[in-house]
């Protein structure tokens, strides 16, 4: 059974960084293509960033030029390295596999 496991979620201040980790099991994890995706209070699910099994990266323009989508095969995970945050990217954050398969996600809070 597909499990995705995302963590790292934690209280940060305004401007600073944080990185969340997605653990995936019983794939073959370098041949997924891996999303984040992001739902703040009272609003929906909103795609952050990509990354395809031959590493290609694309981003919401949003966040494009301070958050980046990597991963390590080798260990199943895939990250999201988020610099100079904002407020409004408080939000629960999911990881995605192929489109089809969810985590049950990781809470970021953006906050003074």
């Known amino acids: 059974q597909v499990q995705l496991v995302e963590s790292g979620g934690a209280l940060v201040q305004p401007g600073g960084s944080l990185r969340l980790s997605c653990a995936v099991s019983?794939?073959?994890?370098?041949?997924?293509?891996m999303g984040w995706y992001r739902q703040a209070p009272g609003k929906q699910r909103e795609w952050v960033a990509t990354?395809?099994?031959?590493?290609?990266?694309d981003y919401a323009s949003s966040v494009k030029g301070r958050f980046t989508i990597f991963r390590d095969n080798a260990w199943n995970t895939v990250y999201l390295q988020m610099n100079s945050l904002k407020t409004e990217e408080t939000a629960v954050y999911y990881c995605?596999?192929?489109?089809?398969?969810w985590g049950k996600g990781t809470l970021v809070t953006v906050s003074s």
């Open positions: 995605n596999k192929n489109a089809i398969y």
């Open positions: 990354i395809t099994r031959g590493g290609f990266t």
């Open positions: 019983a794939s073959i994890f370098s041949i997924d293509t």
